[in-house]
Every structure is written in structure tokens, then in C-alpha cells.
């Protein structure tokens, strides 16, 4: 069951797409000065009071209510020319000669500029999500990317330029067994071909290298990803677009505590402070365990809820993202156990146990949930 | 000038060696109880009164002073068993199969034991070590690795077990734009051949990131490693093997400022933690900046020096890992600049200014001083 995709370039389009946004922002206000009018240009408000769950949408979302930033108003001169700057560094240093760079890059890039653009990198933060939101695009479409720190392995085939012979390359994700680096190249690549008919998502570095050593990925016909804890946004975009282009399901498999939740939620309904994009989430994205019935089916080794964990199971409880019926019961199971474990306690029963029994047993256990509709 | 390595696996020697010392632990044990008597077993004393800087080896090492762990003291009848746990865990649950583990893995795996082994991961994590300072191999020897998070790029090419095919694999490292992983595979693959002519060690993802788009691996004949902060030992050990291997002079390019400097150091001269190994440094690491010298040079972007930055710096003047000329004069310098910079700072003069000034001036410098003797 070999998949192809449709031809033409993932990352070209994209670049074209973000280029042309960026560059019609800048007409945009030449056309108004040469209309000899103050320039502005509006963007979506991003404060809480404006950002919603979107039961269609199946994550965070921004409302009607826009800002503008107008070049008339003396308070709005300032942040009018820093969005600007970021807009024309992307298109014209980042975009069109092809480079990346990071968000400390930008930062820094400003302070050669006559004036000091930026306060703090905090600030150029900002401004670089107020782009964002201008252009309805993520950072990483315009070429500011977050240091890479996720991985992933399995079977699934890329193709990318490549750098050296600047002509196509393809790789297959099974090539070093410590597992690929998610960076840009990666993030963007084209979907060539895979057997795989799942994603398994894995919080820890420890339990990734373990399953890639008792071959997962082949047991169970899995691309395996790497989160690294929270996952950063360029390894929730390559899995919405592995989800969405290969139909393939994903599955979260996360420490036992409400952070590990979390995790999963993020990957699946997005974060409050990306709630101006789209193309990060996965909405079907279902949520494997530890979940706190693990906990007490296999016995696990297990530390007591801390008052931040409880604090915290009962903001998720009431949090829309966390409405589904089984995501509902075992926060609640959390809440009387009083206990959490992470997934690597699995190894208390021997190394093996996770592939042998406990992911086996899962997949079986979600599939009886989904005939129940609790998921 | 393409080089080779002699025949042989790196890998397969390591484990071999590693094997054999833990199974002789084992059986001297064995040996003594035949022999009626109560067993024990010897090892450095870790503590620092027996860790001293060695000018030959020219990193930190352990005494000749001794610690016996003996079954006939009360006292020492855990750890005397503890040890021998993860001796035989290593021996027979890691290296016979071929697994490995993280040090989370090794303190899960001895909860299902009858008794509750240790009290903590810290106590785990201790006798880790113990095990190693007792066969005096490091544990990513007896495969126990932390989580990977480091990564490599230029044309190096490494030959491992393939995991699928169980056949011989090379890989060039600049396969990957986005930098290849510093896994357990890697770090004990064998070294078939390169171009390259020296390496370039880089703390941060962005900078790292810079230079392979810059095609710095090119420009400058260099194998590029990014360090992600203090370099975890598995990218220390694959630093040193690549210059005692393929003879290739290495250069750390960091933060300027005392932390950067010491994350160089660690790499040349290693860590009082790791005191009782050998194999993790690079005594003729060079560290190429930024320094002091640099910040003023090219008028960079500057951060006050905190109070920790400036009693730090003190204390590195004093230690004896630090006492190259060329080292004590920029720390001097940092201290009466009281300013510190960060690499990505470099971007304040351009995206590119890094490879089409900075580094080609410091490679000039650095042979200067190594003319004057200073390095």
C-alpha cells in the first residue's frame, strides 16, 4: 500500500505563496502613500478576547475583530515600521536568496540598522507573529524557523533539493537508526512513498530510541515522531501534513500526568498562542496513554500528583479542547488516583514490554473505543 | 586527501571489551565466594580530593586513592549490590542482545525486581558511574545513553550496522541539510572517509544552521558539529574520535562569554564528573571565539556581564584547564570589558558576515598565535 502524492514542489509553493503575501503588504502601502494617504494595514486582534475553540475548525482560532496599524497614529509608528521591516527582511533576505534563520537571527539582524529596531528579542518575537498574522501565514513559510531538536523514523520516503547538486534527492526516514532530524529541510520536504499506516508520536527521547531498537516501526507499520516534550511547531506541521497528504492516523504516546495531555493536544487542536494560523493542527489525532487506567491495569511505578498537577487536570477538564468522553473519564481517573507515571515506567516490566504487550493491547483498546464513539 | 581508517569495527571492539570486563567483575565475585570468602571488588575514589588536572593526559583524572566495596561491611551491602545489578543488566539485558538504554530505562528497569532497588534515579544514576570507574569504561560503552540531542553535518562518511538489511550501511553526514543526529549509532560508527581537513564545533542551532546554508562545510573544508549547549558525551566522544582518527584539528566556536568558553573546555580537557574516563576529550581543541578581543573588534551587540558572569570568570582564570596564555589574556579581557556577546550576534552585520569575515580573520589569527606559541 504504497502512496504516491500529487507532483510539484511542497516548499516552492509555499515560498511562492508567502512571498507574494509579503510583497502585496509592501504595495499596499506604497499605493496608499502615492494616494497620499497615511498608510495602515490590519491584522487579526490576537488577544484572548478574540481567540475561540472552533468546534469545525477543531482547534484554537482568531475572531472578527481586527486591529489596524496605521501610519497616523503616532502610538502605531513604531510597531508599523517593525512589522514592515520583518515583512521586507523575509521577503527580501530570507525568501528570495533562499535562507533560513532563526528568531534570535532577526533579532539580531535589526541591530545594525540606524536606529535600534527591537528593545529585546522579545519584542522582535512579537512583531515577527504580528507578520504572521498580517499574512495569515507561520513563520516558517517566510523562513524563521526555531532551533530543530525532534526527530523521526520510519519508513516513509522524502524528496528535497539538495543542497550539493542542487538537483532532487530522496531519502527514506529509515536511514540512520538514531532516527532523522525534523528541521526545515525535512518540515517542507515532498512525500515520495510509504508502507507505514500510522504515526506514533512519542514524548521522550528514551522510549523513541527504545522502539526504534525493537523495530515498532515495522511491528506495527509506524512512522515513529520524536516530540521532545512540547512539540516545537515545525514537527506539528510535518505531522498535520503526513496526517493529511498519507491519511495516515496519529497517535500520542505521552508520559501518564496532565502535561503529557497536553502534549497531545497541542498536536491535535493547537495553542492558544497559534491560534492566528492554520496548517499546525491534527485534529483526528488520538491520544494513546499513558492514560491513568494504564496506570492501574499494569501495576506502574508511579509519583503522587503534585498540587500543580491537580490544579492543572482540573483547567484541562473544563478546557473545550478536552471535551471528548475518554479524554473526560481518565482526567477524572487522574483526579482520584492522585498519581502519575511517565512512559518510560513501562520498562519496570521488562524492555521489551511496550512492544511485546502494552502497545498491542492499546491499539486494541482504541479500536473497541471507536466502535463505542467515546473517541 | 581522502582518509582511511584501518579495518575492523569500532563498534563490535567497544562492546567486546566492555563485555569482557563485566563479565570479569562477575566472576571474580563468583571466584571469592568459591573460595569462601566474602567478596568484594575495588574502584577510584571519586571524591575530589582524588581528582586532579593531569598535564600529560591534559584533562581531569582520578588518584591512585581506592574505594573498596565489600559484602563482609553492613554498610556497603547495597551498593555492593547495586553495582553488580547494573554490571549484570549491562552485560546481559544490554550488550548480549544488542539493546541499549537511557539512564531513566536502567532506574525503571530494577523496580520490578523483589526489592526495590534504588530510592531514586540519582541513586541509579550514581551507580552508573560507580560501574564505570570500576571497569573504567564510560557507559555509553555498555550502552547506557542519555536522550540525543547534537548534531553533525560535511563530508564525513560513517559505516554502521544496517538495522533492517543486518548488512554494512555508509552514510555521508552532509545527506542531511538539517544536520544528522548524534545517536548511539553514530558515535561508535567507523570512519570510511573524508574531505575535510578540520572541524568546526558550534554551541548554538541557529549559528549551526547558518553555516550549513553558507555551505561553510565547503568554503572552509570543515566537518560542522553543533554542540546544543554543553556538549552531551556522546558528541564529545565522536569530537575526540574524529580527531585521533582522521587527524583533524578541531575548533570550538561559542558564546562570548565565560559559560561558552567552558563549554569549549569541556570538550579539550573534560569534566571533574567524568574524571575517572578516558576517551571523551580533545586536548588540542582550539577555541576560536567569540572573545573578547572580537566583541570590540567588530563592535558587537553586547549584554552586560551579570555578577555570576563576572565570578565565573574568575574562577576559570584560576583553573588549571585555563592557563594557555592565550586563554588568560581574554579572560582578563572579558573582565574589563564587563560586556559579554552571543555568536548569532554576528548577524548584526549580515546574514553571510560570519563566513565572509569572521571566520576566515580567526583562522588567520589562530595560526598567528600558534606561531607565537600562545595556543
Given at each position: 500500500?504504497?502512496?504516491?502524492?500529487?507532483?510539484?514542489?511542497?516548499?516552492?509553493?509555499?515560498?511562492k505563496?508567502?512571498?507574494?503575501k509579503?510583497?502585496?503588504?509592501?504595495?499596499?502601502?506604497?499605493?496608499?502613500?502615492?494616494?497620499?494617504?497615511?498608510?495602515?494595514?490590519?491584522?487579526?486582534?490576537?488577544?484572548?478576547?478574540?481567540?475561540?475553540?472552533?468546534?469545525?475548525?477543531?482547534?484554537?482560532?482568531?475572531?472578527?475583530r481586527?486591529?489596524?496599524?496605521?501610519?497616523?497614529?503616532?502610538?502605531?509608528?513604531?510597531?508599523?515600521?517593525?512589522?514592515?521591516?520583518?515583512?521586507?527582511?523575509?521577503?527580501?533576505?530570507?525568501?528570495?536568496?533562499?535562507?533560513?534563520?532563526?528568531?534570535?537571527?532577526?533579532?539580531?539582524?535589526?541591530?545594525?540598522?540606524?536606529?535600534?529596531?527591537?528593545?529585546?528579542?522579545?519584542e522582535?518575537?512579537?512583531?515577527?507573529?504580528?507578520?504572521?498574522?498580517?499574512?495569515?501565514?507561520?513563520?516558517?513559510?517566510?523562513?524563521?524557523?526555531?532551533?530543530?531538536?525532534?526527530?523521526?523514523?520510519?519508513?516513509?520516503?522524502?524528496?528535497?533539493?539538495?543542497?550539493k547538486?542542487?538537483?532532487?534527492?530522496?531519502?527514506?526516514?529509515?536511514?540512520?537508526?538514531?532516527?532523522?532530524?525534523?528541521?526545515?529541510?525535512l518540515?517542507?520536504?515532498?512525500?515520495?512513498?510509504?508502507?507505514?499506516?500510522?504515526?506514533?508520536c512519542?514524548?521522550?527521547?528514551?522510549?523513541?530510541?527504545?522502539?526504534?531498537?525493537?523495530?515498532?516501526?515495522?511491528?506495527?507499520?509506524?512512522?515513529?515522531?520524536?516530540?521532545?516534550?512540547?512539540?516545537?511547531?515545525?514537527?506539528?506541521r510535518?505531522?498535520?501534513?503526513?496526517?493529511?497528504?498519507?491519511?495516515?492516523?496519529?497517535?500520542?504516546?505521552?508520559?501518564?500526568?496532565?502535561?503529557?495531555?497536553?502534549?497531545y493536544?497541542?498536536?491535535?487542536?493547537?495553542?492558544?498562542?497559534?491560534?492566528?494560523?492554520?496548517?499546525?493542527?491534527?485534529?483526528?489525532?488520538?491520544?494513546?496513554g499513558?492514560?491513568?487506567?494504564?496506570?492501574?491495569?499494569?501495576?506502574?511505578?508511579t509519583?503522587?500528583?503534585?498540587?500543580?498537577?491537580?490544579?492543572?487536570?482540573?483547567?484541562?477538564?473544563?478546557?473545550?479542547?478536552?471535551?471528548?468522553?475518554?479524554?473526560?473519564?481518565?482526567l477524572?481517573?487522574?483526579?482520584?488516583?492522585?498519581?502519575?507515571?511517565?512512559?518510560?515506567?513501562l520498562?519496570?516490566?521488562?524492555?521489551?514490554?511496550?512492544?511485546?504487550?502494552?502497545?498491542?493491547?492499546?491499539?486494541k483498546?482504541?479500536?473497541?473505543l471507536?466502535?463505542?464513539?467515546?473517541i
Amino acid at each position: 500500500m504504497s502512496k504516491q502524492t500529487k507532483p510539484g514542489t511542497h516548499a516552492d509553493e509555499v515560498k511562492k505563496k508567502a512571498f507574494k503575501k509579503l510583497v502585496s503588504l509592501g504595495k499596499n502601502v506604497y499605493t496608499q502613500i502615492e494616494a497620499e494617504n497615511y498608510p495602515e494595514f490590519e491584522m487579526p486582534l490576537r488577544s484572548s478576547s478574540n481567540i475561540y475553540y472552533d468546534q469545525k475548525m477543531r482547534q484554537y482560532t482568531v475572531g472578527k475583530r481586527k486591529v489596524k496599524r496605521s501610519a497616523s497614529n503616532v502610538r502605531h509608528l513604531k510597531p508599523f515600521l517593525q512589522t514592515l521591516y520583518v515583512a521586507s527582511f523575509a521577503a527580501r533576505d530570507l525568501l528570495e536568496p533562499g535562507r533560513t534563520s532563526t528568531l534570535r537571527d532577526l533579532y539580531y539582524s535589526s541591530e545594525s540598522a540606524l536606529a535600534k529596531m527591537f528593545k529585546n528579542q522579545s519584542e522582535s518575537d512579537n512583531v515577527i507573529t504580528d507578520v504572521e498574522a498580517v499574512i495569515g501565514m507561520a513563520r516558517e513559510d517566510f523562513n524563521i524557523f526555531p532551533d530543530a531538536r525532534s526527530t523521526i523514523y520510519g519508513d516513509l520516503t522524502v524528496s528535497f533539493q539538495d543542497k550539493k547538486t542542487k538537483g532532487k534527492r530522496e531519502i527514506n526516514l529509515t536511514f540512520n537508526p538514531d532516527g532523522q532530524t525534523i528541521g526545515p529541510t525535512l518540515v517542507k520536504s515532498d512525500f515520495v512513498k510509504t508502507s507505514a499506516d500510522k504515526v506514533i508520536c512519542i514524548e521522550s527521547g528514551g522510549m523513541f530510541q527504545r522502539l526504534i531498537e525493537e523495530d515498532a516501526d515495522e511491528q506495527f507499520n509506524a512512522i515513529l515522531v520524536h516530540l521532545a516534550g512540547q512539540a516545537p511547531r515545525g514537527t506539528r506541521r510535518l505531522i498535520r501534513r503526513i496526517n493529511a497528504e498519507l491519511k495516515l492516523p496519529v497517535y500520542a504516546f505521552v508520559d501518564g500526568d496532565p502535561w503529557g495531555v497536553h502534549i497531545y493536544n497541542v498536536i491535535a487542536s493547537g495553542s492558544a498562542a497559534a491560534a492566528h494560523l492554520i496548517g499546525l493542527t491534527t485534529p483526528d489525532a488520538i491520544w494513546m496513554g499513558l492514560t491513568a487506567s494504564d496506570i492501574t491495569k499494569y501495576e506502574l511505578p508511579t509519583d503522587q500528583f503534585t498540587k500543580g498537577d491537580t490544579v492543572r487536570t482540573v483547567q484541562l477538564l473544563r478546557d473545550p479542547r478536552y471535551q471528548k468522553p475518554y479524554l473526560q473519564e481518565e482526567l477524572k481517573k487522574f483526579l482520584k488516583l492522585k498519581q502519575k507515571s511517565e512512559q518510560q515506567s513501562l520498562t519496570s516490566k521488562s524492555l521489551t514490554f511496550v512492544v511485546d504487550e502494552y502497545l498491542p493491547d492499546k491499539f486494541k483498546e482504541i479500536a473497541k473505543l471507536k466502535r463505542e464513539g467515546k473517541i
